[in-house]
């Protein structure tokens, strides 16, 4: 396909033409309107938005000239490489172990790993790269995620952060290999597998805009506005009334087993040796065995995950005076070892609820992007490559247990956990003790 439109001007014929047909093959290889990356200068293929919003961006923000084989869109990859690595983690003990060879898969198999199938590989060796020449105390990957980090903990402007990385690098000797814009980071950080979808939710928790509503303005059940009202009593155009942020889980998983020594770590309840009568490992606990014994092409697998969910609110204003309350729902894998399964990297930000108020019973709703990979997850996703056997599976998944405070039980499971019958075991037997 002719891609030169690609560097024309955006005003001329040749560009309209070129995004249309960039728009319709997309869509013809997807079979989708509504969940498509953006290729975008400001997006560079990080969020997913429907076709005229993508038009919208191609035209106001350009397209991303780098972005040369549309891989994100359905156009075949292929390439042959040859080198393996292994990289060591922060901690010292662990090493990401890869093989490159030349492979068969299609565009499904290869997920979110980007244009390349092994770019995580290739970023990973930064890793390996110091700052500058001499530094032994950070190396370009550390560097950038230290500074990621900073910029997300006192909220720093998308300007703000490249006039940082710029100074930085100016203060820093020549030849040095740190970032010099947001949007080198960004593709830098995308590789890794921290992408995001931000999406849009009605005021009063009564849907997401995603899917048949990706293009609705206002909400179809309670009628509200999608976008935020000012203080003149004019709406914002653009500007969402609310937010949900969710950070898909299927990439992080497969990243997981890109680690020799974490994807060890993930059949470990499979090859320790347990112990009559005590339960050292959730492996040993009743529902690990129901599951195995109801679904055993599913408990045959060790690497097939185990996983934990759970969600309450907190205030991040750090004030009493505030009441604003924002849920984030997080992911734990029981498969890891009790001294690791709970580890703070291991621990799996998948979705943020802003406020300012609690979702509630309506948690539900924003759970919806979660439930459809759990689902994908359950079925199982092919292709996954597993460092320490060095070989491709499919990873399933379930979901076994939550892990929250009473009244996020209720809000959780459906459960009443207030009044007459507040006890969810007793439920119509509950004893009310009167005095």
């Not at 009334?241 to 950070?247: N, S």
């Not at 509630?360 to 460092?387: C, F, H, M, Q, T």
Request: net charge negative; proline share 6%; glycine share 8%.
């Amino acid at each position: 396909m002719d891609k030169s439109w690609m560097h024309s001007d955006r005003r001329s014929k040749a560009y309209e033409f070129g995004v249309e047909a960039f728009l319709n093959f997309a869509v013809e290889n997807l079979l989708t309107t509504t969940h498509i990356r953006c290729p975008c200068v400001k997006c560079v293929n990080l969020k997913l938005f429907g076709v005229g919003i993508i038009r919208d961006h191609v035209y106001f923000n350009g397209i991303d000239q780098s972005y040369k084989n549309w891989t994100f869109h359905g156009e075949p990859w292929e390439a042959t490489t040859n080198a393996s690595r292994n990289v060591e983690e922060d901690d010292g003990h662990s090493r990401y172990s890869f093989v490159s060879e030349e492979i068969d898969m299609d565009d499904n198999d290869f997920g979110d790993f980007g244009s390349d199938p092994y770019e995580f590989a290739n970023v990973i060796g930064d890793g390996d790269q110091p700052v500058y020449l001499g530094c032994r105390k950070y190396t370009k990957l550390s560097a950038l995620v230290k500074l990621y980090n900073l910029k997300a903990k006192h909220g720093m402007s998308d300007v703000c952060f490249t006039e940082l990385l710029i100074l930085q690098g100016n203060l820093l000797p020549e030849g040095n290999t740190i970032p010099t814009s947001m949007y080198e980071a960004k593709k830098t950080l995308c590789a890794l597998g921290l992408s995001y979808e931000k999406m849009h939710a009605c005021p009063n928790d009564c849907i997401l805009y995603r899917k048949e509503y990706e293009d609705s303005t206002n909400c179809p059940t309670c009628g509200i506005s999608r976008w935020k009202e000012g203080k003149d009593s004019i709406l914002k155009e653009g500007v969402p009334a609310k937010v949900v942020w969710y950070f898909p889980p299927i990439p992080r998983f497969k990243r997981m087993f890109q680690s020799h020594e974490t994807a060890k770590s993930l059949t470990w309840h499979a090859a320790r040796k347990s112990i009559e009568g005590q339960m050292s490992h959730p492996a040993d606990s009743p529902s690990w065995k129901l599951l195995d014994d109801k679904w055993p092409e599913f408990g045959n697998e060790p690497r097939n995950l185990r996983l934990a969910l759970s969600s309450d609110g907190f205030n991040p204003h750090s004030s009493l005076s505030s009441r604003y309350s924002c849920w984030p729902v997080i992911l734990v894998t029981y498969n890891l070892p009790p001294w690791l399964c709970m580890k703070r990297k291991f621990m799996m930000l998948t979705l943020l609820i802003s406020g300012p108020k609690q979702p509630g019973n309506d948690i539900d709703v924003y759970l919806e992007p979660l439930i459809d990979d759990l689902k994908s997850l359950w079925v199982g996703i092919r292709g996954v490559y597993d460092a320490h056997n060095g070989e491709y599976f499919t990873l399933r998944a379930a979901l076994m247990w939550t892990i929250n405070d009473f009244s996020a039980y209720g809000n959780l499971s459906g459960c009443v956990v207030k009044g007459y019958k507040a006890c969810p075991i007793c439920g119509d037997d509950t004893h009310l003790v009167t005095g």
